[in-house]
């Protein structure tokens, strides 16, 4: 697929997304398309004459972002993007690099094949967290990871209920709980001990956080599902949903976070030579093959 208008999203103050991002703008330059910087990166190019605008002015005009950094600039990015119908690459210039796949050593070769239309594409889904005070609306918010209940001080238990399509799943006294997507399963949800889910996968995992008892283990459920968490009325302030581990909601005893799967879907590009189990093998350090 040839892409007439880019977008380059990246990571500021850091000398190797500042040499990725001016190869690219070289590179696609050469290939005439039309580039729209995101305004927080525009000390970083060269090239001053090109067109700086918002994030979601990228989204609305363009057919392809480019984003330069780690996976945390990749979520800021992709929570927006994926309001609009754009095809979303990441150049690894960050530490674990789940969601940005192209080495910054190979950027000439692999949007060579991206343009050519050697590519593997996925949409991811994300989620959505409505949070409710008396059956009134307040706050909503998404994510392409994980959102997560909790205590806004370190080591304080909370109370709450969990309901699953307003069904009765259990109550618990934890640190709170991770409602993770298949991308979010190898991140903060792996940490709490979570399993590791597939991307194709149409299923979120719930991840217990430090649960004062011993039978307490993650579920894996429909992502169709709602998620319904009923925050105790004697819990004490203090509490909050985060989403990303970037916007956090704040709570009140009471509250209610609904749950569910955002209409919103990331439209992922990677390069030809992709494989999932690769990367879980080069991040994670699983052992290679013996033969």
């Not at 500021?12 to 995101?38: F, M, P, W, Y």
């Not at 990441?90 to 950027?107: A, M, S």
């Not at 001990?193 to 430090?210: E, N």
């Not at 283990?217 to 949903?241: C, F, H, M, W, Y």
């Amino acid at each position: 697929m040839s892409y007439s208008t880019v977008g380059l999203i990246g990571k500021a103050d850091h000398e190797g997304s500042r040499i990725s991002l001016n190869l690219l703008v070289c590179e696609l330059k050469q290939r005439n398309c039309t580039i729209l910087v995101e305004a927080s990166i525009k000390e970083e190019l060269d090239d001053r004459s090109l067109e700086i605008c918002t994030l979601n002015t990228i989204g609305e005009r363009a057919e392809l972002a480019i984003v330069v950094g780690g996976d945390g600039y990749m979520l800021g990015a992709a929570r927006v993007l994926a309001k609009f119908d754009t095809d979303v690459v990441g150049v690894n210039r960050g530490n674990l690099g789940f969601l940005t796949d192209i080495n910054p050593e190979d950027i000439n070769r692999q949007i060579a094949h991206i343009f050519e239309g050697k590519v593997y594409r996925e949409a991811r889904f994300l989620l959505e967290a409505n949070v409710f005070r008396n059956d009134e609306h307040q706050d909503t918010n998404s994510a392409v990871n994980e959102i997560v209940l909790h205590h806004g001080k370190v080591a304080h238990m909370m109370e709450f209920e969990l309901y699953i399509d307003n069904q009765f799943v259990f109550s618990q006294r934890s640190d709170g709980i991770i409602v993770a997507t298949p991308t979010g399963s190898t991140a903060y949800s792996l940490s709490g001990g979570g399993p590791i889910l597939m991307p194709q996968l149409d299923a979120l995992t719930l991840v217990p956080m430090f649960p004062h008892t011993l039978s307490s283990r993650p579920i894996v459920v429909d992502a169709n599902s709602e998620i319904t968490l009923k925050v105790s009325g004697v819990s004490t302030d203090n509490l909050q949903v985060s989403c990303d581990s970037h916007s956090a909601i704040s709570l009140m005893p009471g509250d209610e976070v609904r749950i569910r799967k955002s209409p919103d879907k990331l439209h992922l590009v990677h390069p030809p030579d992709y494989n999932y189990f690769n990367v879980l093998r080069t991040k994670l350090n699983w052992g290679s093959k013996v033969y």
